[in-house]
């Protein structure tokens, strides 16, 4: 990461029995434990984390792994703080609250630094580890990247894979997966923010994240300043039955766009056809490129399989533009193109790692036990695969408890920013719309219709939106702020891949131009 224009390096580096000064002083007036606060800021060290080049802070927590046995065993929980640039800094720091479930926090805080460096000059951003992610008594699975993709599209693969990991987690000191719930988690954030002497904070949860927001204000009201939740995943939410609407949706629209769209629908006039013709032309081998190894492979290729490499690239619409081109080169056989595509969800980048060990232990705590009881149908295309894999793991997945209220959303007292995509195949508006009703007045839902999955950090206008919903002094002025950008947000065109016919045209443009 570059520094950006206008930062000094000082804050970063300032000694740190000042930060320890600064601290003690901010707690002044709090209702948290002075002491404890003035521990935990002596306990912050200078630290380096992959991918930012400064120095920040780094501490941890020690807290039991059972909260009904606080002198059973202890997993440390860890997080970092990016100082304020500012010296005149204010008291409510922005907590990020990651994906999933399973993505670590801390390792996305070189990417999410630079989307919150307006908040950052007078707030602090605090970057906590969940239990069961990152540094925090991870629940990792072995990487099966390098694996041949023939053993990992078999049926069943998948499963198996996942219970032999299940065992492996179980071995461990911290193995006891009931113990890895949201509710008990946030009962760490507040933890961590009563240790760093926070009185109120502002949260900010992406995905996953968004869940985790709304059970941190079910259980801490008075703890949340501004709330910014950012495709709704709602606890309510029966994740994987959720996911066959949603990604149907998603996908049409992209049949739609085409459509719509002169040059694509001359291009790929069949394409919604060629589609349908795909899928019941399975199971068949077919030969594509491994898109990690690099490796040419033949695959045996299922409907699971073919399924599974067209819904990672919908969650980003610049990346599903590129879907018809590849859709039509799969019709004839060359699978290259969508295999590529399937590798793009957040660019390969470790910090976009799923910890699927805490990842199944929150999903089949949550939301498993409510599959049975659903009812919500399933899209044609995308059929029952998601619900039946959950159901097939949970069943055998050690289940933590989940308090009845946890499902519940009560009417919040602070402002919630609510963001959504129109495209989203995770979490679109329908699942916002639903929350926001229940949160009531308080509550601001913006739809950018032709977005994906993230919009509240990913858009340059929303990133602004989120900036001043967070900075304004009042409540009433959070509630106000200007969010007609998002109407004006464009759906990325189809990607159109280059012709003799097309480049002709364009070298004969090009001359034209030159005379």
């Not at 002596?42 to 927590?61: D, H």
């Not at 198996?160 to 179980?170: T, Y």
């Not at 040059?263 to 013709?277: D, K, N, Y």
């Not at 699942?431 to 219709?449: E, F, M, N």
């Amino acid at each position: 990461m570059t520094m950006r224009p206008g930062a000094s390096p000082a804050p970063r580096a300032r000694p740190i029995h000042t930060l320890a000064l600064m601290a003690t002083a901010a707690v002044a007036g709090f209702t948290g434990n002075e002491a404890r606060a003035e521990a935990s800021a002596r306990a912050l060290q200078p630290c380096r984390v992959e991918g930012v080049a400064t120095e920040i802070l780094c501490g941890s927590l020690q807290r039991p792994l059972d909260p009904a046995r606080p002198d059973g065993a202890r997993i440390d929980v860890h997080y970092v703080v990016v100082p304020a640039l500012a010296r005149n800094k204010l008291p409510d720091p922005v907590l990020l609250l990651a994906g999933g479930p399973g993505q670590s926090a801390i390792a996305l805080t070189a990417t999410v630094m630079p989307r919150l460096s307006r908040l950052n000059y007078r707030r602090d951003l605090v970057f906590i580890d969940q239990r069961g992610t990152g540094r925090s008594a991870p629940l990792a699975c072995p990487d099966n990247s390098a694996r041949s993709l023939d053993e990992l599209l078999k049926p069943g693969a998948k499963v198996r894979l996942l219970e032999q990991c299940r065992d492996a987690l179980k071995q461990l000191p911290y193995g006891d997966l009931r113990f890895f719930t949201t509710t008990i988690a946030m009962q760490d954030m507040d933890a961590v923010r009563a240790a760093l002497g926070v009185e109120r904070w502002n949260l900010v949860g992406a995905s996953y994240g968004t869940r985790a927001a709304l059970e941190y204000q079910r259980q801490f009201p008075d703890r949340v300043r501004r709330n910014v939740i950012d495709g709704v995943a709602p606890p309510d939410m029966v994740l994987p039955v959720t996911f066959s609407q949603d990604s149907q949706r998603a996908l049409d629209a992209v049949f739609a766009a085409c459509a719509a769209d002169a040059a694509c629908a001359a291009r790929f006039p069949g394409l919604q056809s060629e589609w349908q013709a795909l899928l019941k032309g399975l199971p068949r081998k077919v030969s594509f490129t491994h898109p990690l190894t690099g490796r040419p492979e033949e695959v045996t290729l299922t409907r699971e399989g073919l399924l599974g490499l067209v819904r990672p690239p919908l969650y980003a619409p610049g990346v599903a533009a590129a879907l018809p081109a590849a859709l039509h080169e799969a019709s004839l056989g060359r699978f290259d193109a969508l295999a590529g595509l399937a590798g793009q969800l957040g660019g390969g980048s470790r910090a976009m790692r799923i910890f699927e060990g805490m990842h199944f232990s929150v999903v089949c705590a949550e939301d498993a036990p409510r599959i049975a009881a659903s009812t919500e149908a399933p899209a044609p295309d995308f059929g029952t695969l998601d619900r039946d894999l959950y159901a097939r793991v949970c069943s055998a997945w050690p289940r933590g408890e989940v308090p009845s209220a946890f499902y519940t959303i009560p009417a919040t007292k602070t402002p919630v920013l609510l963001t959504s995509g129109g495209n989203d195949p995770a979490t679109p508006e329908r699942h916002g719309q639903r929350v926001k009703v229940a949160l009531g007045d308080q509550a601001r839902h913006v739809v950018v219709g032709t977005a994906g999955h993230g919009v509240a950090l990913t858009l340059p206008c929303m990133r602004d939106v989120l900036f001043r919903f967070i900075d304004a002094p009042r409540d009433a002025d959070a509630l106000q702020v200007d969010a007609s950008c998002a109407k004006g947000v464009p759906r990325p065109p189809a990607f159109l891949p280059p012709t003799p016919a097309t480049i002709a045209a364009a070298a004969s443009a090009a001359r034209e131009s030159d005379r």
